[in-house]
């Protein structure tokens, strides 16, 4: 397809590609094909059924930047954990150790490339998947040895940041040794001053009996786009948890999706959401139980107030011969003003007889009872229902066993 065919939004990211080809690692036929991938599916509209409640029209309208490799040292917040990488617009800054935080670590230059740059399908989120491979400055992969257990924390602080608007393509690719544990930050922030759009993808893979905590927190500005891919395959008895805050951007989609592979793999996936001015929040999360004794929990809380708008899409899919699989589901929203929007839709696919299985998913505003009786006890009414807020999130924040990073998201929800 040529580039005058393409819509101006897909074309430019077609040749600014071009013009940073010989800047790039990695095979060129590769990113090339990646490039023609995204150029085919090209921006979504809302017919689309992955993108029926988030419009992309001002993402699409703005000509972002890529960006070309760098490391150069930025600003950046202070750190929750001991141990801290910094990728700035998707490439390391500095010089990247041999290992951190539990994990060994390799760039394009030292881990093989099939392994960082490895094309997704299906899904809203393939095209930009897509993108992010043929753009991607510095992809990183964190792998463990068979057996190593870490109960470290490493942090992965991805600040997107420039003079201009600029699309960072931070991609990380995790892969756990059978038997081994760990945990992982994963912090999105940007540097505020203009629009940025960050368009990350992270790909998980955990052996026989491993074990991966990843803590998500994205809290970039109030002009910033985010769009994630994230792909996790689960083997045999191995358990992939996540905990998610997502707090910023003006406009935010995650895509989580989950293979449960083998015999007795287990995922749990718990997250908060605040939508608040007139932010909109997007979080798809999807999990195939394809083997037999499967475990699965999906529970997430969303806040919205103002103009803000939160979407919850919720997925699992028990295949034919995945028995004795458990797939809960639960979505709780809450609505703190009139104009707020909470779009819920959770979904059970089940193709096999011997299962338990449920979903449920409610929306309300806070209880006027509940108000009264707090301020009653001499609350304010805003420290009343900062009081209840916080409540509502805390059933999923108690699960955050990250002091720091639990106490943060605590005091920005009472910030805000």
């Given amino acids: 397809m040529s580039a005058n065919a393409l819509a101006p939004a897909t074309a430019h990211y077609r040749e600014a590609f071009e013009r940073l080809r010989p800047q790039l690692g990695g095979t060129a036929a590769r990113r090339v094909a990646a490039m023609e991938r995204f150029a085919e599916l090209g921006f979504p509209g809302t017919r689309e059924e992955a993108w029926k ?39 390391p800054v500095g010089i990247v150790p041999a290992s951190l935080g539990g994990f060994a670590l390799g760039t394009l230059a030292t881990a093989p490339e099939d392994q960082l740059l490895r094309a997704f399908g299906g899904g809203g989120t393939e095209r930009f998947a897509a993108l992010n491979a043929a753009l991607t400055t510095g992809p990183l992969l964190l792998s463990t040895t068979a057996g190593q257990q870490s109960d470290d924390v490493l942090q992965l602080t991805l600040i997107t940041t420039g003079s201009g608007p600029t699309l960072a393509s931070p991609r990380i690719a995790v892969r756990m040794a059978p038997g081994s544990r760990a945990r992982l930050l994963i912090d999105h922030v940007d540097d505020g001053a203009h629009e940025h759009f960050t368009n990350a993808v992270l790909d998980i893979e955990l052996g026989t009996g491993a074990h991966l905590t990843l803590y998500r927190l994205q809290r970039q500005g109030e002009r910033a786009f985010h769009i994630e891919r994230l792909e996790a395959r689960v083997g045999e008895r191995a358990t992939f948890v996540m905990r998610d805050s997502q707090l910023g951007a003006a406009l935010a989609r995650l895509d989580a999706n989950v293979g449960l592979d083998g015999r007795a793999a287990a995922t749990e996936i718990t997250g908060v959401f605040l939508a608040d001015g007139s932010r909109h929040l997007d979080s798809h999360i999807h999990v195939d139980h394809r083997a037999i004794e499967t475990t699965s929990l999906q529970d997430y809380r969303g806040i ?54 449920g979903h449920g998913t409610t929306t309300g505003q806070l209880d006027p009872n509940a108000l009264f009786y707090l301020r009653s006890r001499g609350l304010s009414e805003p420290e009343a229902r900062s009081a209840l807020t916080r409540a509502f999130a805390g059933a999923v924040l108690a699960r955050v066993d990250e002091p720091a990073l639990a106490r943060h998201v605590h005091d920005e929800l009472d910030r805000r």
């Fill in 304 to 357: 919205a107030a103002n103009k803000g708008r939160g979407v919850f899409n919720g997925k699992a899919i028990v295949h034919e011969g995945a028995q004795k699989s458990n797939a809960r589901q639960v979505n709780r929203n809450l609505l703190l003003t009139t104009g707020a929007e909470i779009d819920a839709k959770p979904d059970l696919e089940i193709y096999a007889d011997d299962v338990q299985c």
């Fill in 53 to 91: 409640y988030t419009s992309l029209r001002r993402l699409e309208s703005r000509r972002f930047v890529p960006a070309a490799p760098t490391t150069e040292l930025v600003d950046v917040p202070a750190a929750f954990v001991a141990q801290r990488l910094v990728l700035a617009n998707g490439s």
